[in-house]
C-alpha cells in the first residue's frame, strides 16, 4: 500500500496550488480518501475527505471555500485544489486512506503518505 504526494511548493498569499496523489497497492475505488495537514508546532489537522465514488465530499471549515477534493478511480489518484492561499495554509500536507466516511479523526484513516510541503509567503 503506497500514497505518493506531489505538487507542493513556495507560493504567494493569494495564490493556487494542485496537490495530487497517487494511490497503489490496494483497491482504490473501495476506500474514502483525504486529506490532512500538520503546520511546524500543531497537531495533524483535517482538511478534507471524498467518498469511494467521489459522489460527496467534506472539508474542516476553515478551508471549505478555498479547497476541493476530487479523484479518478480510473488512474487511482485524488486530487486537492487549493485557492486563494493564506499564510496558515503553510503546512505539510498528507494524501491518507480512510475506512470511515465522516470523520476528521486521524485515527480512522489507515494509510498515510509521505507528505508534501506548502510554503505560503510573500
Known amino acids: 500500500v503506497q500514497l505518493v504526494e506531489s505538487g507542493g511548493g513556495l507560493v504567494q498569499p493569494g495564490g493556487s496550488l494542485r496537490l495530487s496523489c497517487a494511490a497503489s497497492?490496494?483497491?482504490?475505488?473501495?476506500?474514502?480518501m483525504g486529506w490532512f495537514r500538520q503546520a511546524p508546532g500543531k497537531d495533524r489537522e483535517f482538511v478534507s475527505a471524498?467518498?469511494?465514488?467521489?459522489?460527496?465530499?467534506d472539508y474542516a471549515g476553515s478551508v471549505k471555500d478555498r479547497f476541493s477534493i476530487s479523484r479518478d478511480n480510473a488512474k487511482n489518484m485524488v486530487y486537492l485544489e487549493i485557492n486563494n492561499l493564506k499564510v496558515e495554509d503553510t503546512a505539510v500536507y498528507y494524501c491518507?486512506?480512510?475506512?470511515?466516511?465522516?470523520?476528521?479523526?486521524?485515527?480512522?484513516?489507515?494509510?498515510w503518505g509521505q507528505g508534501t510541503q506548502i510554503i505560503v509567503s510573500s
Open positions: 491518507v486512506r480512510g475506512n470511515r466516511w465522516r470523520s476528521s479523526n486521524p485515527t480512522d484513516f489507515d494509510c
Open positions: 497497492g490496494f483497491l482504490f475505488s473501495h476506500y474514502v
Open positions: 471524498i467518498t469511494w465514488t467521489g459522489g460527496a465530499s
